[in-house]
């Protein structure tokens, strides 16, 4: 019985941090009983500075915040957290993070067991999916592996966009690359969260929320296979 | 004495592929004594493909050009090369192609020996350096590792670009990139080359050539430290 809200990321242009999911996360949240946060800082590296800055928005909507980074033992700091938020920034620096303070498995079975809540945006929500072999971060260091936290058994693509056509740079578009991994020959799909954009999963159900939607891409097609919009059940995608 | 021409791209917009880099490449490849061209396809997927599309620009210069997936040994195909064209793509594919078929160490040797010119353009360029850690690719297959072919001491970003002060994406520039990866404490200078730019290189000496030119990034800086200029001689970046 998981509960997740994946966040495509988490600042819209010209409005506050959180402030088109915050409505969702309350409300998650409250059915969920859920009081504390545990924020996990790694994707940046100053994580004070990064815990401050996330502790703004979310003790405004009434929780209590606090970064791992602070608890002498991160896996127990998760073995006793009600709600974790991985925070957004360079996905491979988090993931590494995560394998070296042996948290992969431990978020893995608290989250699939239901014990604990898993609230994530832009590189927290790569980490969260099967791999991050669709993060449109940099390779700054060399994690241990692209596996992730694995839970949900496909690929996001997150702060997705469509080609410009008026471009002239030469460089590949998103469509492209996700390509280029589909062509990989493996068989999980990877869906493009356009930013302001969420998931909100319990159980086996997965609700798009966001009002520029989602597009889906999928082995053998040579664009995205399928466009989802606003409360659209995608719950398929778990299956 | 190395010989190397790095390459941002290999084709810009509205222009026939390698055209801005054609002059330069036939008076260097004519001063080393070089007719024929290794083409390796490892970046995209299709090689027969890739080869044909890479040898019309390549064979109306003037070479032979013949694909590494068309011999029996990659390896002692390199072995015997004159020169190597490494063609543009995914990154993170095509280091992992030169790893699994054993050619990053032959490489080196014969480039660093001075017995193989080294051509790449893009991905290609990516791979001739210290590391991959700065490419703009999407990590679709997970490699042996981010350190590359090291013919150069620092790292390059291809297809550089300025951030777009209209832009209201809120994925991170490509130098908010670049400095997270600095961030990380490596000493490596990282040099954004614009397309249509290129480095040639012989032996200790570096020449940066193309209208649009270069930035330097490094540790410490929170911008450009540098910028370059066409035919400017930036051969400390080798010391």
Tied chains: 1, 2.
């Excluded at 409250?30 to 940046?44: E, M, N, Q, R, T």
């Excluded at 042996?102 to 809540?117: A, F, N, P, T």
């Amino acid at each position: 019985m998981r509960k997740l809200l994946l966040l495509s990321n988490s600042k819209l242009h010209g409005e506050p941090r959180l402030e088109f999911a915050k409505d969702t996360i309350i409300a998650s949240c409250k059915k969920h009983c859920v009081s504390d946060i545990l924020f996990v800082p790694y994707a940046l590296k100053d994580h004070d500075e990064y815990t401050k800055m996330m502790t703004e928005p979310l003790a405004a909507m009434g929780f209590t915040v606090r970064g791992i980074h602070t608890f002498p033992s991160p896996k127990q700091a998760v073995e006793k957290a009600q709600c974790v938020f991985v925070g957004g920034g360079n996905t491979f620096r988090l993931l590494k993070e995560l394998y070296d303070n042996e948290l992969v498995d431990v978020i893995h079975k608290r989250v699939m067991d239901g014990k604990l809540m898993y609230m994530g945006a832009s590189a927290g929500t790569n980490v969260a999916t099967a791999s991050i072999h669709t993060t449109n971060d940099m390779p700054i260091v060399y994690p241990p592996s692209f596996e992730a936290l694995n839970l949900v058994p496909f690929n996001i693509n997150p702060h997705f966009v469509d080609p410009d056509p008026s471009s002239t740079h030469m460089g590949e578009t998103r469509t492209q690359r996700i390509l280029e991994y589909l062509e990989m020959g493996n068989n999980r799909p990877v869906l493009g969260l356009y930013e302001g954009c969420l998931l909100e999963i319990e159980g086996n159900k997965c609700i798009l929320k966001g009002k520029r939607g989602a597009k889906l891409f999928a082995e053998g097609h040579n664009d995205a296979k399928e466009t989802f919009t606003d409360n659209q059940d995608i719950s398929f995608l778990l299956g």
